[in-house]
């Protein structure tokens, strides 16, 4: 019996035609053995390890609060993160990165494709109704020691639920170009059964520019052993827009959520560029553990689990969000107010 099904196989040919050797830490000063570009070789941040965070007992742990922000690319002191300097050729195939500055999506989608951080679906892959990645329940398997190029499940998986991409609509083709397809689009399995080769379908990749926020969620809480209001980042996920079959923009969705603890071994080895300091460019964790980006809050943890944007609208939303942020740091002057 003829079965009329795609190739896997050629699909994962496909992934691995755009593979590149990977930089290590990112990009460096050092494009070649014997040439530094610049007065010295920028090796603090490439080799630097992971400041841990500091241990905290429930015990000490008085009070917390719970925050869901939005970092908007469009913002300039977010331009830092927003760099768009990647593109992909016309065909989906070749990825090119900037040699001297990465953005954050860049960083993101290099440990992703080389399985270094656990991704992690916005919503059930089964049911696709509830929208609660941010909990991380729905991680993306991914065969120990294996990754995009070598795991075809896997990068199946990131494209198939619009993870890194999605793939072009349109009818599959048989291999080659001709219908009804012909001995040579035909392989015989070992069962007996033919099995009709397609040509994979294009795939549309995420770039930078496609980035529009970051979602961060986060713990504010009081630590009285150290006498300190510190927070902690739980997890970060890409935004872009959410379009139509026209193409007209309907929305926001979440590509995928990350771990932000594990994100940090990632993050504390790529520079970000520093606007005032060609000198002093310090690593995107630095940026996040410093805070030195604009964002605002859609969420914090309420009785009925919903958005600000649910019971605000416009300047009010802003306010609310404001409002939230004041709380936080009144609370802070009023332990140390006798």
């Given at each position: 019996?003829?079965?009329?099904?795609a190739?896997?196989?050629?699909?994962?040919?496909s992934?691995?035609?755009?593979?590149q050797?990977?930089?290590?830490?990112?990009?460096?000063?050092?494009?070649?053995?014997?040439?530094?570009?610049?007065?010295?070789?920028?090796?603090?941040?490439?080799?630097?390890?992971?400041?841990?965070?500091?241990h905290?007992?429930?015990?000490?742990?008085?009070?917390?609060?719970?925050?869901?922000?939005?970092?908007?690319?469009?913002?300039?002191?977010?331009?830092?993160?927003?760099?768009?300097?990647?593109?992909?050729?016309?065909?989906?195939?070749?990825?090119?990165?900037?040699?001297?500055?990465?953005?954050?999506?860049?960083?993101?989608?290099?440990?992703?494709?080389?399985?270094?951080?656990?991704?992690?679906?916005?919503?059930?892959?089964?049911?696709?109704?509830?929208?609660?990645?941010?909990?991380?329940?729905?991680?993306?398997?991914?065969?120990?020691?294996?990754?995009?190029?070598?795991?075809?499940?896997?990068?199946?998986?990131?494209?198939?639920?619009?993870?890194?991409?999605?793939?072009?609509?349109?009818?599959?083709?048989?291999?080659?170009?001709?219908?009804?397809?012909?001995?040579?689009?035909?392989?015989?399995?070992?069962?007996?059964?033919?099995?009709?080769?397609?040509?994979?379908?294009?795939?549309?990749?995420?770039?930078?520019?496609?980035?529009?926020?970051?979602?961060?969620?986060?713990?504010?809480?009081?630590?009285?052993?150290?006498?300190?209001?510190?927070?902690?980042?739980?997890?970060?996920?890409?935004?872009?827009?959410?379009?139509?079959?026209?193409?007209?923009?309907?929305?926001?969705?979440?590509?995928?959520?990350l771990?932000?603890?594990?994100?940090?071994?990632?993050?504390?080895n790529?520079?970000?560029?520093?606007?005032?300091?060609?000198?002093?460019?310090?690593?995107?964790?630095?940026?996040?553990?410093?805070?030195?980006?604009?964002?605002?809050?859609?969420?914090?943890?309420?009785?009925?689990?919903?958005?600000?944007?649910?019971?605000?609208?416009?300047?009010?939303?802003?306010?609310?969000?404001?409002?939230?942020?004041?709380?936080?740091?009144?609370?802070?002057?009023?332990?140390?107010?006798f």
């Amino acid at each position: 019996m003829r079965s009329l099904i795609a190739s896997v196989g050629i699909l994962a040919t496909s992934f691995a035609s755009y593979a590149q050797p990977d930089v290590n830490g990112g990009p460096i000063n050092v494009p070649v053995e014997g040439v530094i570009d610049g007065i010295v070789i920028q090796e603090h941040v490439p080799t630097k390890k992971m400041i841990p965070y500091e241990h905290v007992r429930e015990a000490d742990m008085i009070w917390s609060k719970r925050v869901w922000r939005s970092i908007d690319m469009r913002e300039k002191m977010n331009h830092t993160l927003y760099f768009p300097f990647d593109e992909f050729s016309p065909d989906g195939t070749t990825w090119t990165r900037n040699s001297s500055r990465w953005s954050l999506w860049t960083v993101i989608r290099t440990n992703i494709i080389n399985a270094n951080v656990q991704v992690y679906y916005p919503f059930n892959p089964v049911q696709q109704a509830s929208v609660d990645g941010d909990q991380f329940k729905y991680p993306v398997a991914v065969q120990p020691g294996k990754n995009f190029y070598t795991d075809s499940l896997y990068a199946k998986s990131l494209v198939e639920f619009q993870v890194l991409g999605a793939e072009e609509e349109g009818a599959l083709i048989p291999i080659p170009s001709r219908i009804p397809p012909y001995e040579d689009s035909v392989i015989q399995m070992p069962n007996g059964d033919l099995l009709v080769q397609y040509e994979p379908r294009k795939v549309i990749w995420v770039t930078s520019k496609d980035i529009v926020q970051y979602r961060l969620k986060e713990d504010w809480f009081f630590d009285k052993e150290r006498s300190v209001l510190d927070v902690r980042i739980l997890g970060i996920a890409p935004v872009v827009y959410k379009k139509n079959s026209s193409g007209q923009i309907e929305g926001m969705r979440e590509l995928f959520w990350l771990y932000f603890p594990q994100c940090r071994f990632a993050f504390n080895n790529y520079f970000v560029y520093n606007p005032k300091n060609d000198a002093q460019w310090m690593s995107f964790d630095d940026l996040f553990w410093k805070r030195q980006f604009a964002s605002t809050i859609y969420k914090q943890s309420n009785v009925f689990d919903r958005k600000i944007e649910t019971y605000r609208a416009g300047v009010d939303a802003l306010m609310e969000s404001e409002k939230i942020t004041e709380e936080i740091r009144t609370l802070e002057h009023d332990v140390w107010h006798f």
